[in-house]
T-cell receptor, first 112, second 114 residues
Framework: DAGVIQSPRHEVTEMGQEVTLRCKPI?????LFWYRQTMMRGLELLIY????????DSGMPEDRFSAKMPNASFSTLKIQPSEPRDSAVYFC??????????FGEGSRLTVL | AQSVTQLGSHVSVSEGALVLLRCNYS??????LFWYVQYPNQGLQLLLK??????LVKGINGFEAEFKKSETSFHLTKPSAHMSDAAEYFC????????????FGRGTSLIVHP
């Protein structure tokens, strides 16, 4: 059974550019989460979806960040415009009901 | 409301020594408790979990944890550390009161010396 798949694994971009991170959750999981991890702030929950509906986006840093889940098998996290302080590893995770989270390998973003 | 406190951002042990990583939680309803491990340049993966039943749970790689309700703790142990155990360890809690959305601790970095 395939795990959570994220792309790209690495992204280097220049300040002001648009960045789109992609996630395919595990089939059958009904909740999807986006996290950001940095040395300074640790693991932060940005947003989560339940049955493709955004439930809580209070962790999204600012309006430059947006996330969508158009169907049960795909989600995107977009940053527009990107800034150097957005440099981090972004994780997508999914789970079923009260179960444990399954994480992807992460997307390492560097904004120059 | 639920929260997790991991005591010690770094724990250093010698190879072969006991590993003890501390986790205390707060939850107004019965909790589900998890330990995750993160190796360098990888995502988090589940080590073990407690939901109901036996309070001593065994996980992968020889790790185990005991749910102690009276102490609101879920400490992670391993009798003998191996170099390959060097990683970041995260404790997490979820519950019906929080819609089963997990709350993570800050993480503990385990350093294993030869």
């Amino acid at each position: 059974d395939a795990g959570v798949i994220q792309s790209p694994r690495h992204e280097v971009t220049e300040m002001g550019q648009e960045v789109t991170l992609r996630c395919k959750p595990i089939s059958g999981h009904n909740s999807l989460f986006w996290y950001r991890q940095t040395m300074m702030r640790g693991l932060e929950l940005l947003i989560y979806f339940n049955n493709n509906v955004p439930i809580d986006d209070s962790g999204m840093p600012e309006d430059r960040f947006s996330a969508k889940m158009p169907n049960a098998s795909f989600s995107t996290l977009k940053i527009q415009p990107s800034e150097p302080r957005d440099s981090a590893v972004y994780f997508c995770a999914s789970k079923r009901e009260a179960g444990e989270l399954f994480f992807g390998e992460g997307s390492r973003l560097t904004v120059l | 409301a639920q929260s997790v406190t991991q005591l010690g951002s770094h724990v250093s042990v010698s190879e072969g020594a006991l590993v003890l990583l501390r986790c205390n939680y707060s939850s107004s309803v019965p909790p589900y408790l998890f330990w995750y491990v993160q190796y360098p340049n990888q995502g988090l993966q589940l080590l073990l979990k407690y939901t109901t039943g036996a309070t001593l749970v065994k996980g992968i790689n020889g790790f185990e944890a005991e749910f102690k309700k009276s102490e609101t703790s879920f400490h992670l142990t391993k009798p003998s550390a191996h170099m390959s155990d060097a990683a970041e360890y995260f404790c997490a809690v979820s519950s019906s009161g929080g819609s089963y959305i997990p709350t993570f601790g800050r993480g503990t970095s385990l350093i294993v010396h030869p």
